[in-house]
């Protein structure tokens, strides 16, 4: 795995001080539209007709236009009676408050006016799951982050059993420009290695990232 061999090299940043944010992933992996009756096709032909039948739902799918947030600006405040204390926040201009309601429902309608279009032409929407020995959803804490990806740990899966230390490590995209990834890290401390499932150990470099997350991982057994 590519990544072993990035943490070797990339330089980690990491918020020590503040508290580390959790998140819920789900399970890694992608959902993509497949039509089982062109999969004789060649690759770019198959991708010819996809573009084909998406761009006729998409046509589809503008018909129904979204409509523009209720917004509401709040009475200026009535400041004269107010303490010292208070003058300062209530001369500040109102916020300006939008109900979204409406846009959110019409987006929803969408989807589903192109989910529908896209079935009408033999297309499902089909999970592919991704690659990695745990690809499993679950509470995730945020650890840190270089130039171009954020670092997050599996809550419950950082382990220490004799000279290795284990975790789950799921690796995003800052920009979405690859598919997040994910994988068991294995750090043996007696052998100074790192293992991603089942590539060949690396070693680690006395103040690489990869020795940064393994302190990482020791702070939350």
Not at 80 to 97: E, I
Not at 120 to 141: N, R, T
Not at 188 to 209: F, H, M, R, W, Y
Request: net charge neutral; hydrophobic share 35%; charged share 25%.
């Amino acid at each position: 795995m590519k990544k072993a061999i990035l943490l070797l090299s990339i330089f980690f940043i990491s918020s020590c001080a503040a508290p580390h944010k959790q998140y819920e992933f789900g399970k890694l992996g992608d959902y993509y539209w497949n039509n089982d009756a062109l999969s004789d096709l060649p690759a770019n032909l198959f991708k010819e007709e996809f573009t084909k039948i998406k761009g006729s739902c998409d046509v589809e799918v503008e018909k129904l236009p979204i409509p523009s947030p209720t917004c509401v600006l709040p009475a200026k405040n009535e400041c004269s009676l107010m303490t010292a204390t208070g003058l300062g926040m209530c001369y500040s201009a109102p916020v300006m408050k939008c109900d979204t309601r409406a846009v959110n429902v019409a987006k929803k309608d969408r989807e589903g006016i192109f989910s529908r279009c896209m079935q009408k032409h033999d297309w499902q929407l089909e999970w592919k799951p991704g690659i990695g020995d745990d690809i499993s959803g679950g509470i995730f804490e945020y650890v840190a982050a270089d130039k171009d990806n954020e670092y997050f740990i599996k809550l419950d899966s950082p382990s220490h059993i004799g000279s290795k230390y284990t975790a789950v490590l799921r690796i995003k995209s800052k920009e979405n420009t690859t598919k997040p990834s994910q994988g068991v890290y294995v750090f043996d401390v007696e052998n100074n290695t790192l293992q991603v499932d089942n590539t060949e150990p690396v070693l680690i470099n006395k103040g690489s990232a990869a020795d940064t997350l393994l302190t990482i991982i020791k702070q939350m057994i």
